[in-house]
């Protein structure tokens, strides 16, 4: 049962993370080279985009497993 509230609380703070940075971005090292005691090197920036559909989607996944968790641990205790 804990998994469930685990994996609905972090669906929920994924999508929300999703819809509000749409992307992660990174930066590489290039190749570079030496003349004399100067160095020169290069930076590559990358982007990974994401969909706000994909947050949306993840984001209601959370929810609704947060609700469903929710109501089961409401009848275990009522029981």
């Known amino acids: 049962m804990r998994i469930k509230l685990v994996v609905g609380i972090l669906l929920v703070v994924l999508g929300i993370v999703a819809l509000a940075y749409q ?26 985009p994401l ?19 929710r109501k089961r641990l409401g009848h275990a205790v009522a029981r």
């Open 23 to 48: 992307g992660i971005t990174y930066t590489s090292m290039g190749k570079g080279f030496d003349l004399g005691p100067m160095h020169v090197a290069t930076e590559k920036t990358h982007h990974i």
């Open 51 to 69: 969909s706000p559909i994909l947050g949306a989607i993840a984001l209601a996944g959370g929810i609704i497993l947060l609700v469903v968790e």
